[in-house]
């Protein structure tokens, strides 16, 4: 099958990427600077090829020992019972670098030989080749780290290990033909790989994830998906090769993804709104034993059994999946694995649990997270972005457990110290609040004796404090007998009229101007006018015939609404009744325990009814007074 073609706007699907582009690619990870680095320290320094190396190529070889070829197959079979092969087997176990011969010979150089002699067991010459290993591990230490702080450093980037959700390759020297950009980073996430020690592994995955020629249906290549979650189970397998164009597609909404196998269902296992299996309840408190308890535990079973039935079905399907994605809790899982005839086991290595998060179980959700996982991941950052990008990696790894000394917390400033007052200036305070005191409360007298005592404290915020609250007795005698000027500003630029919040408080003001109209100039004190008694009585009089017009017109309007009425109908003469001589009477609602009375009559009716009858009641009334006047 053809690969597909790179385009920056489209997206890319992890087995099916170009093979140009795949040439250019290296991991792009931490550790697989340090090897790039190292790799070419050794290529400045031996930069003729080992002479075994082409022979590797076209003989046998060992996938360890860099570098072996080998003639015959006895050969082969025999480099495997060497002290180098050993030493390189022991050496990739532990993630340390293999070696070739020339560098084993000066690994070696000196010692006598490792295997001992030929009657020498097998056990001995591991644990010689044990010690060997570990001596070279402190002289390569030795020579690398010189303080503890690189050894912390040093520690820290070996944990860095290419363990993140996304592996990112960068490509490098890319054709122009597929215009690519250079700050590109390509990435896929790490769960589609198997666990690799070195960053190089991941890269020669990747190619051989690769879709190759055609095969049969049975022997196509897929990945199981499969969620279970709230009483929801959504399952599917799916092949790496997309769907063809003359193929019907029996999943709605699945586009070119080929579907080989999928079901859904549901079962009632959780309360409404209140989350949690009915099971862990169970184990958490004692077995509730209502009726919705009940169809719950019988719902979990239910799921379970067709759960485990479906993975039977399925079970050649499963056999065949490179990776089987299962999103469950740990209650849940007990579904997949961990009871006898399991298709499935716990640590099977392909099991993966969804590397980003996921919604309820549906099939579209499941095709929803198949087009997460295969679709490639590009981004486009500068050199100096990935360099803060990894250091920003290595500080959030957890270091070794230090003694970190508590910080010495600062000394807290003093509050700055109180100035204290003089007897003399804590008693005019005292005094201040007395008279404060005094205006509002509007005493008058005591006010007077305090002025004539301390007269120059009392000043003409005094005379603001006593507008402000309406004390108009002090207040005239504030502005008449100790003679405070109404023209001083007070707070805001206001005058003491300006603080009055009432229209007889401006009249007290008014009617002082009215009679001593030199005492002030009253147009600075914001005061309009003078006020005399005839003005003043004017405009009671004024306002009483305002009144009596209001009455007036209320009174004509009440005489029109009585005049557009209808008449009442002449009652009819009550039916004589035998109980009237008992005093009950022969209308109107009937009530247990005595005679109604007039007020009475209104129980049971609205409060709009009740207003209807009070105001034809209040219509008749004035009526009639109109009549007799």
């Known amino acids: 099958m053809a690969s597909q073609s790179f385009h920056p706007n489209r997206s890319l699907n992890v087995y099916s990427i170009p ?284 799921l379970q059994d067709e759960i485990r039935e479906l993975l039977s079905e399925w079970e050649e399907d499963l056999e065949m999946c490179e990776r089987i994605f299962i999103r469950a809790s740990t209650h849940g899982k007990k579904s997949f694995w961990g009871y006898d005839g399991a298709v499935l086991d716990k640590t099977d290595p392909r099991i993966r649990s969804f590397p980003f998060p996921t919604r309820r179980p549906t099939q579209q959700e499941l095709l929803r997270c198949w087009h997460e996982l295969t679709r490639v991941k590009v981004s486009h950052l500068s050199a100096e972005a990935l360099a803060a990008q990894d250091e920003a990696y290595i500080a959030s790894l957890q270091p070794k457990k230090q003694a970190i000394a508590k910080p010495v917390p600062a000394p807290t400033p003093a509050p700055a110290p109180v100035p204290k007052l003089s007897p003399e200036e804590e008693a005019r305070q005292d005094r201040a609040k007395r008279l404060e005191d005094m205006v509002r409360k509007g005493r008058v007298d005591a006010v007077r004796t305090f002025s004539m005592r301390y007269p120059s404290e009392v000043t003409p915020a005094t005379l603001g404090l006593a507008a402000m609250t309406a004390q108009e007795e002090v207040l005239r005698f504030l502005l008449l007998e100790a003679k405070l000027d109404p023209t001083t500003p007070l707070e805001g630029g206001k005058r003491a009229y300006d603080m009055a919040p009432s229209k007889n408080v401006r009249n007290v003001f008014r009617r002082i101007a009215f009679d001593h109209p030199t005492l002030w100039d009253w147009q600075a004190a914001h005061v309009p006018s003078g006020l005399s008694e005839e003005a003043e009585a004017g405009q009671g009089a004024k306002k009483a015939e305002r009144r009596r017009g209001l009455r007036e017109k209320m009174k004509e309007r009440e005489r029109a609404r009585a005049e557009a009425e209808p008449e009442p109908e002449p009652e009819a003469p009550p039916l004589p009744s035998s109980f009237a001589s008992l005093g009950v009477p022969s209308s109107g609602p009937q009530k247990l325990g005595g005679r109604l009375d007039a007020s009475s009559g209104l129980a049971g009716l609205s409060p709009e009814m009740r207003a209807q009858i009070e105001r034809e009641r209040r219509a008749r009334a004035a009526e009639a007074r109109f009549k007799r006047a």
């Not at 400045?44 to 070889?61: F, I």
């Not at 070829?69 to 532990?94: G, Q």
């Not at 040093?154 to 390759?169: E, G, S």
């Not at 051989?208 to 020629?213: A, F, H, K, T, W």
């Open 19 to 302: 093979p140009e582009l795949l040439e250019a690619l290296s991991v792009r990870s931490i550790q697989s600077e340090g090897e790039a680095t190292a790799g070419a320290d050794n290529a400045d320094a031996q930069p003729e090829a080992h002479p075994l190396a082409a022979a590797s190529s076209a003989g046998l070889g060992c996938q360890t020992c860099p570098g072996a070829a080998f003639d015959t197959p006895e050969d082969h079979r025999a480099h495997f019972k060497t002290d180098w092969h050993r030493y390189n087997a022991k050496a990739k176990l532990n993630a340390s670098k293999t070696v070739t011969a020339d560098e084993f010979d000066n690994v070696v150089d000196g010692v006598s030989s490792i295997s001992g002699s030929a009657s020498a067991s097998s056990a001995s010459s591991e644990d010689r080749i044990t010690r060997l290993l570990k001596k070279t591990k402190v002289e390569d230490k030795e020579d690398q780290v010189d303080s503890d702080e690189e050894a912390e450093l040093a520690d820290m980037r070996r944990r860095a290990h290419l363990r993140t959700a996304v592996i990112w390759f960068q490509a490098k020297n890319t054709p122009p033909a597929l215009g690519i950009e250079p700050d590109t980073q390509i990435g896929v996430y790490r769960s589609l790989f198997p666990s690799y020690d070195t960053a190089g592994d991941y890269l020669n995955e990747l190619k051989r994830l690769q879709l190759g020629p055609p095969v049969p249906e049975d022997e196509e290549r897929r990945i199981g998906l499969f969620m279970v979650a709230g009483g929801h189970f959504a399952g599917m397998v799916i092949s790496l090769r997309p769907r063809g164009k003359s193929e019907r597609q029996e999943v709605k909404g699945a586009g070119d993804v080929r579907v080989l196998q999928h079901k859904t269902f549901h079962r009632y296992t959780t309360r409404r709104k209140q989350g949690g299996s009915q099971g862990l309840n169970d184990n958490a408190k004692s077995k509730a034993v209502s009726a919705g308890a009940m169809l719950r535990r019988y719902g979990e079973q239910a």
